[in-house]
């Protein structure tokens, strides 16, 4: 199913991985490269993929750690750590055309950026990072941006069984690179789950509540100073 929707990389960096025996998380990672798809959130491996004649590297990394981190480590999955991520950065700026930073931070049931995802992020950008991404808060958080380059605290969720209304809500992300290789613009395109079974565009799902949706969206980020306008039912941010 991930090969068919056509994904690069899958991150294994997350606080839920381990849930299941060693065995279950090999088998998955070997799964995963038997059909292509790289597999990111390793601790000393950048993955690396090309998109559109561009060589994007992107580093995972998890911050929710559930028992301890030696669960984690033994199977090679990377724990934040400043300096590895640092390290990191520094090799795949040498191979790559653009890094992209992920980590699996935040609280699950509470919204709000906190001290810890705010420092890790900067860290990122202020040693080379192009983008940074974040899952496991709840919800969709609005863009920001810091010395230039955009931080999207959360992405949400592309799939869940939460009843939360904020967990059913989020946006597919449409990353535009210029030839100078910096971001020119970001897409963002409504979506939500229905039923814990089907993502579905959220204006096919409801349009009056998608365009409030948007517009919520759209005024944070506006606030934030971004130059933010929404263009044919999505959100569309310009730098």
Known sequence: ???A????????????????????????????????????GRKDTPVYFEKNQ????????????????????????????KDNLIKNIEEAKKSSDFVIVDCHYGREYTYGINDQMREIAYTAIDNGADLVIGSHALGVYPIVKYKDKP????????????????????FLYKLNVSDDLKISSIEMTPIYIDSKKEVKLYTD???????????????????????SNIKNEKIVVEF
């Open 1 to 3: 199913a991930l090969k």
């Open 151 to 170: 931080i999207i605290y959360s992405t949400g969720y592309l799939m869940s069984d939460s009843d939360l209304n904020a967990a059913k809500e989020g």
């Open 205 to 227: 799902y409801n349009l009056q509540k998608a365009n409030s949706y948007l517009e919520m969206f759209n005024n944070w980020q506006v606030q934030n100073g971004l130059n």
């Open 54 to 81: 561009k060589k994007v590297a992107l580093i995972s990394t998890n911050a929710v750690i559930l028992g301890t981190s030696k669960n984690y480590t033994k199977n090679d999955i990377s724990v934040y750590d």
């Open 5 to 40: 929707i056509g994904l690069d990389a899958v991150s294994v960096a997350s606080d839920h991985m381990l849930d299941f025996s060693d065995n279950i998380f090999n088998s998955t990672v070997n799964i995963l490269e038997d059909s292509d798809i790289f597999v990111a």
